[in-house]
C-alpha cells in the first residue's frame, strides 16, 4: 500500500506484480499544484539542478545511470529528452533511439545491440525506447508466444541484475497517455506541414492494437519491475506533468546516491600553473 | 587572399597550406561588434536558430554532420558543446568525447574506432577531440616521425573524403588560445574545488611542451585542410567570442545545404485519425 505521504508510491513498482494500466489514469497530476505555470517553473528549475547533478556524478565516476523511456507512439519520449535532459551538457547526457533492427543486430541476440551501448562509468544514458520492444511487439504480433515472452522476462530482470550488481542505476518510466490523446496528438501531427514526416503508416497499425499494447505493457511492466530496476507509471497525458514528474524522480534518485567530488592530492589546491 | 566582406575568409582553410599558429590573435575578435552583452545575445539567438535547423537536418535525411573540435587542454571545447549545441535536443546531437585507446583499439590501425562513430543519416555528431590527437600527440612525443605524420595527413585527407562523398558534411575547428589564456584557466580550475577533479597533472606536461604542440598543430592544420574538410582556427581567448564565431560559421554551413521535408504522400494532409 502507498504510505499516505508519498503520492507517487502508487506508481513506482519495485517487484513483480500483477498489473493492469486501465488501473492508472493517464490524465492524473499527483506532481501538480495545480498551476501549470507554475510547473513548468519548477520543470526547469529541476532541468537546471539535474544539470548540476549530472556533473557532480561524471566528476565521482561510480556510478551509471540508464534511463529506460517507454511509451506508445506520440506519449512523448522525445519531449521528455527535451524538457527534462535538455539542460544537461551534450556532453553530460548519452541518447539511444533504438529502431527495428538491423541484419546483423538480428543474427545476434536480442540483449546483444542494448548491452554495448549502457552507460559506463559517470556516464547518464537515455534509452529512447529499449529492449522492451522485444518483449512487446512481437508478443503482440505473434512472433513470440506468452511461454516465450515469459522467458525474456526473466532474462530481462537478470540483464538488469548484472548491469545493477555493476554499479548501474536503473530507472525505467512508462509514459503512459489516453488513447483519445494519442488520436489528438498524431493528428496534429498529420496537420502541420513541418511535422508530417514524423507520421509514419505503422502508428495507424500499432493505434489499432491498442487494447492488445495496453495488456502485453502491463504483462511486461508487472514481471520486470524488480528492487533493482524499478517502472514508474508516469501519467503523461499532460506534457507538463510527465516532464515534472520524471525530472523529480530523477531528482530524488540521484540525490539518495553517496555521490562526491574524488579524493585528490591535498597539493593541488596550493599549485601554481607557471 | 581574404574577400574584403568576409572577415571570417582568413580562418578559413579550404586547401593545403603552409601554416603557422603565430600568424594568428588568438584575443582577435572578428565576429564581435565590440558589446560583449550583445554578442551573448546573439550566441542564444544562434543556438535557438541551430536547434530550428538541426530539426530541419533531421527530418531531410540526405546529409551527416561531423563537427570536428581541436585545441589544447582548457581551450574551450566543453563550453562550445555546451553554447553552441547546448539548445538542440539531446536526440539530434551526439557528442563522442575522445580519450586514450584502449588495448583493442590500439590493435587496430587509428582511424578504426573513428569510422565506428561517424554520423548516420540526419545525424549531427560532435568529435571532442578526435583523429586528430593520433597525428598531434605521437608526433611531439617522439613516437613518430615527421614522415609518418605526413603519411597519417594524408591518409586521414583520404578518410575525410570518402566521408564527405558519402555524403557527410565536414567541418573541423580549431579553438586557439594564448599561453597566458591557458595558464589563467588551469589555475581558475586547481583554485575552484568543485573543478580540481577536472586537472590533470598530464595537463602540465603538454603546456611544458607548448611550442611544439603549436608547431605540430600548424602543420598538422595546414596539411589536412580540404574543400570537403576545411579547418577554421577560432580565436578563444574570449569564450562568447568563440561561441558565437562557430555558431555563425555553422548557421552559414547549414544554410547552405538545400535541406527540406521529405516528399510524403500528399494523401496524410487530409488523413483523419480514428
Redesign the interface.
Known amino acids: 500500500m502507498p504510505k499516505p505521504h508519498d503520492p507517487l508510491a502508487p506508481y513506482r513498482l519495485a517487484a513483480e506484480t500483477e498489473l493492469d494500466l486501465v488501473d492508472f489514469d493517464p490524465a492524473a497530476k499527483p506532481c501538480s499544484g495545480g498551476d501549470k505555470a507554475a510547473d513548468k517553473r519548477e520543470v526547469e528549475a529541476l532541468a537546471l539542478e539535474l544539470d548540476a547533478l549530472q556533473n557532480l556524478f561524471y ?1 565521482d565516476r561510480r556510478f551509471k545511470l540508464l534511463v529506460v523511456l517507454q511509451g506508445l507512439d506520440t506519449s512523448g519520449k ?1 519531449g521528455t ?2 524538457g527534462v ?7 553530460g ?3 539511444v ?1 533504438w529502431k527495428a533492427p538491423s541484419s546483423a543486430e538480428r543474427d545476434h541476440d536480442y540483449l546483444w545491440r542494448i548491452h554495448q551501448q549502457v552507460p559506463a562509468a559517470g556516464e547518464i544514458t ?1 534509452f ?1 525506447r529499449s529492449h522492451y520492444e522485444d518483449v512487446l511487439v512481437p508478443l503482440v504480433n505473434g512472433a513470440i508466444d506468452t511461454k516465450q515472452a515469459r522467458q525474456r522476462y526473466a532474462q530481462i530482470r537478470d540483464f538488469e541484475r548484472l548491469l545493477s550488481e555493476t554499479g548501474t542505476v536503473i530507472l525505467k518510466f512508462m509514459l503512459h497517455i489516453s488513447k483519445d490523446e494519442q ?1 489528438e496528438r ?2 496534429a501531427r ?2 502541420d ?2 511535422k ?4 509514419q503508416a505503422s502508428d ?1 497499425q500499432t ?1 489499432a492494437q491498442w487494447d492488445a499494447y495496453q495488456r502485453a505493457y502491463g504483462r511486461a511492466l508487472g514481471a520486470t519491475a524488480s528492487p533493482w530496476a524499478p517502472w514508474h507509471i508516469v501519467p503523461a497525458d499532460s506534457k507538463t506533468h510527465r516532464n515534472l514528474m520524471i525530472a523529480r524522480l530523477l531528482k530524488t534518485s540521484l540525490q539518495a546516491l553517496p555521490l562526491r ?2 579524493d ?1 592530492d591535498p597539493a ?2 596550493k ?4
Open positions: 566528476a522525445d529528452l527535451r535532459f535538455g539542460r544537461m551538457s551534450p556532453l547526457v548519452h541518447t533511439s537515455v529512447n488520436r498524431l493528428q498529420l496537420d506541414p513541418e508530417r514526416w514524423k507520421f495507424l493505434r567530488y574524488p585528490l593541488l589546491a599549485l601554481k600553473v607557471q
